[in-house]
């Protein structure tokens, strides 16, 4: 079997998900190839063949592009499957390769299990098997499913891939970084952060209350930031921030992955959740059940005597 | 111009889920079904273009599905929405992203849609597939994971929401398909006089048969529940029990109550 593997530059910068590649070929008992669009300056460490396309000409990421370049790698190799980290850059190109290939495609990979792929389903609450029907697959592995085992090495055989016009439907514009005003929750050893479970805005203040009595800080999950209920600098997970507090009480937080990608480094994690079966319940060192507006209070009143 | 926005209906995800029969799909006994919340945002982006050019557009909604999918539509169109098509299919689950994408693009390749809306994934598969299989069947332009939207002129700019709080600025020309992410806007509650009014709307049924029909090119082997990793200490119980317990743990097994 043998795997391209896709990797993922920003800004001139390899990401280091690049290397989650390579562990999963591995896992899978692939060999490998890779292709970067990407820059000469920031290669990935890597023992075998690299078809590196420059990104100053093929852009920061220009899906119309990115996907000629894959075709022809996928061309010169004849891979069986070509594998992406289910990001912003995986799940926007992935599905258009898979298109021109006529290929099946698995999305975000947490696990295999004798030669299926395994996937979340309904907010993790269900795993399924899924199986390719087409001869080449393409797939897509969830971040921080496949960590490497050690530190990467090797170096790359260079092989550079061009394409003979760069005329695209999309104009790629630029970036807008994150606001950076507001709470530095990469630094708190307590936090305490609201969930959708809270209910409603006006319940806020509570959780903010039991944040103050422990002398930590007010976090927050992505619903409650988009309802305009908490601002986003106190937003915990994958386009938040990331943690690693001594101890970290998530309250109506049932636990969507891109939560936990966030937090689940904390020393000690605390849930309150009336849903017993929620995915946060998976890595909380104490699931509490229980109502958020009933439990909170109680808690905060007993912290501040 | 013509708007095409596509949804899908889909169950609270707060729901206990446990396999159907067969280990193909959820039992959808006891489920209480919504609009896929991504979706929600693409129609109400879709309405809010609409308005913006004085009510010019027309805005079809489509989703495939059984019966039950019609109170998803009707939600859709008493959003703003001028008229329907409900592909209607009992067997949509057991069907894989590249057929749904291919019965849609079946739908809309006749109809000649200058923009469609979809959300970038469904809640319960979230394979984030189908919009971008659709724009591909159909040759358009497409962007995804939007939280940023502008139309000018026949041209949309769009922000891309990227990892680590980072979004990436694009343009890119009308016929397009853009998949819309959390947070894009604010989706706006029906009213009493606009849920009357959808009543009257249009809803067209059409059937698997009368579109494209491809071959899977996935399939799913099993769904399960996951295997439990045992996780931590659970406490239930009365309130007062709770605290106390919550208290003795974190003063035993952290610093932070000393």
New interface residues.
């Given amino acids: 079997m043998k795997a391209l593997l896709i990797g993922e530059y ?1 800004q001139g910068k390899l990401l280091d998900t690049t290397y989650e590649l390579k562990a999963f070929a591995d896992r899978l008992g692939a060999d490998s190839v890779m292709l970067v669009v990407g820059s000469e300056a920031d290669l990935p460490k890597y023992d075998g063949k690299v078809y590196l396309a420059d990104a100053a000409t093929y852009g ?2 220009n ?2 592009l990115h996907k000629q370049l894959v075709l022809q790698a996928v061309e010169k190799e004849n891979p069986d499957c070509i594998v992406f980290v ?3 850059y995986g ?2 190109l ?3 390769v ?3 290939l ?7 990979i947490v696990a295999l299990n004798e030669g ?1 792929y395994e ?16 001869g080449r ?1 393409v797939l897509t592995i969830q971040a921080g499913a496949f960590s490497p085992s050690g530190e990467p090495q090797g170096t790359p055989q260079l092989e550079k891939l061009e394409l003979s016009g760069t005329a695209s ?10 606001e950076q005003k507001g709470v530095d929750l990469s630094k708190a ?2 936090i305490v952060s609201a969930g959708r479970g809270v209910g409603k805005k006006d319940n806020v203040p509570v959780i903010a209350a039991l944040a103050n009595a ?2 930590g800080e007010l976090g927050a999950s ?2 409650v ?2 309802a ?1 209920w908490v601002d ?1 600098s106190h937003q915990v997970g ?4 990331t943690v690693s507090p ?2 970290y009480v998530a309250c109506g937080i ?1 636990g969507a992955i891109q939560h936990l990608a966030g937090m689940k480094r904390a ?4 849930a309150i959740n009336k ?3 929620a995915p946060i ?10 109502d958020v507006m ?2 909170v209070p ?2 905060t009143a ?2 501040a005597r | 111009m013509k708007i095409l926005v596509c949804i899908k209906q889909v ?1 609270d ?5 446990r ?1 159907n029969g067969d280990k193909t799909w ?1 039992d959808e006994g006891d489920l209480a079904f919504r609009m896929n919340e991504y979706d929600e945002y693409a129609v109400e982006q879709a309405v809010q273009l609409k308005e913006q050019l004085g009510g010019e557009p027309e805005i079809t909604v489509v989703s495939i599905g059984p019966e039950r999918t019609v109170e998803a539509i009707k939600k859709a169109l008493a959003m703003g929405g001028d008229r329907a098509v409900h592909i209607r299919d009992d067997r949509y689950y057991q069907k ?3 057929q749904i994408a291919s019965m849609i693009a079946s739908y809309a390749k006749g109809e000649n849609f200058d923009l469609i809306f979809t959300g ?2 469904s ?7 189908v919009g ?2 659709v724009a ?2 159909l040759g358009l ?5 939007l939280v940023g939207f502008s139309y000018d002129g026949g041209t949309i ?1 769009v ?15 009308l016929p397009a398909l853009v998949t819309c992410q ?2 894009l806007n ?1 989706p706006r509650y029906p009213t009493l006089p606009n849920i009357m009014k959808a009543k009257k709307k249009e809803i067209a049924a059409l059937t698997p048969a009368e579109l494209s029909g491809e ?12 295997a ?2 045992g ?6 119980g009365e ?2 029990v ?3 317990r ?2 003795g ?2 003063k035993e ?5 000393r």
């Fill in positions: 920003r920061e990421y899906p119309d289910h990001s912003s799940w926007d992935a599905p258009r898979a298109v021109a006529r290929a099946g495609q698995v999305s975000e299926a996937v979340n389903a309904c907010n993790a609450k269900l795993r399924r098997t899924v199986t390719p029907k087409s697959c439907a999309i104009e790629f514009v630029g970036y807008e970084a994150a050893e307590i422990l002398g992505r619903p930031v988009d305009g986003h994958t386009t938040g921030q001594k101890l049932s020393d000690f994690i605390v849903d017993k079966d319940g998976e890595i909380a060192d104490v699931l509490v059940v229980a009933q439990f109680a808690f007993k912290c | 169950p995800m707060e729901s206990r889920f396999p959820y894989d992203p590249w970038m994934q809640q319960d598969r979230g394979s984030a597939q971008v299989i591909e069947l332009s497409c962007a995804t994971t700019t922000k891309r929401e990227l990892e680590g709080g980072i979004k990436g600025v694009a343009k890119l020309k959390l947070g604010t071959a899977e090119l996935t399939a799913t082997a099993a769904i399960y529940p996951p439990k990793k996780g931590g200490l659970v406490l239930e309130i007062g709770q605290v106390d919550l208290m743990i974190l097994k952290t610093a932070v109550l």
